[in-house]
């Protein structure tokens, strides 16, 4: 049996979310060892579904893409308890260095990407000029073997992350409409796109069609599946549980208090940005 259908950018959050929260990985951590939940927009949905808590996605974050801009994402307006930490399924007030610390190699490091290729490269965007939290767990993750869980749309499908991230470095641009950046390309973690995550919720093949749209489909990718009738109903029944899956709404940094000088906007009033840019 085949069918087909649409997913918003909020609506493969929410999939990729639920099937995160049941990978093998993931339920094994949960009994034995640490779940960390790193920042990101996705991430919050995870975040979510794992708890229960009443995280919005949109404070659940450092950096975003928003208005048109990459930006930075105010510090009072973060979500407080960035990363969630669960150790055997319990929330716990630990950081990830103190994670690190107690080490269990079942622990489950799940972080946030801003691109990912045909290849299974992920590409995450650094604009803190410390390599963020890849910066403060690659090494660790890498050495030790502990795994990387990195749920991420289609929406964020690039031909190639290894070029895109030889373009970027904050201070090789001259000007940058937003944050000036860097980007990591990382091949050694567990990818988790809607294609994975049907597989892991229904146990269908899927493929991905096409992409774009308007009206609220901007970023909205086509999803092909096929399977035994039980599993293409299953997903069926599973992507009609999510549709209508609200946008996570637009958080823009303050401009006027930004510390990324490059930006063009770069200590700017609100009234003086251009309408498009307005929170």
Known sequence: ??????????????????????????QTALEKAYVVVAGGTTNG???????????????????????????????????????????????????????????????????????VD???????????????????TIGTITSTGM???????????????REAAAWTGSKTFDYSMGADFGMYCLSNGIVVTEIQALQILAGVEAKHLASGGIGGSEGAVVIAIRGQEAQVRQAIALVESIKGEPPVPALKGHCDECP?????????????LPAWLHN
């Open 1 to 26: 049996m085949k069918a087909v259908f649409v997913l918003t950018p909020a609506e493969s959050r929410r999939l990729i979310a639920k099937s995160v929260v049941q990978m093998d990985e993931v």
């Open 260 to 272: 990324y000088g490059r930006c063009t906007f770069h200590g700017k009033k609100e009234e003086e």
């Open 147 to 161: 795994k990387c869980i990195y749920p991420v749309g289609l929406e964020k499908l690039v031909p190639s992350v």
């Open 118 to 136: 045909p290849e299974g490269n992920v590409g995450v965007i650094t604009s803190g000029f410390d390599g963020g939290t890849v910066g403060a």
């Open 45 to 115: 949905y995870v975040a979510q579904e794992l708890t229960g808590l009443d995280i919005q996605p949109q404070c659940y974050t450092a950096g975003t893409s928003v208005n048109g801009v990459l930006c930075v994402t105010a510090p009072a307006d973060r979500d407080t308890r960035i990363p969630v930490v669960l150790y055997q399924g319990q929330r716990v007030a630990k950081t990830i260095p103190e994670v690190f610390k107690d080490f269990h190699l079942e622990s489950v490091i799940i972080k946030g990407a801003n691109a």
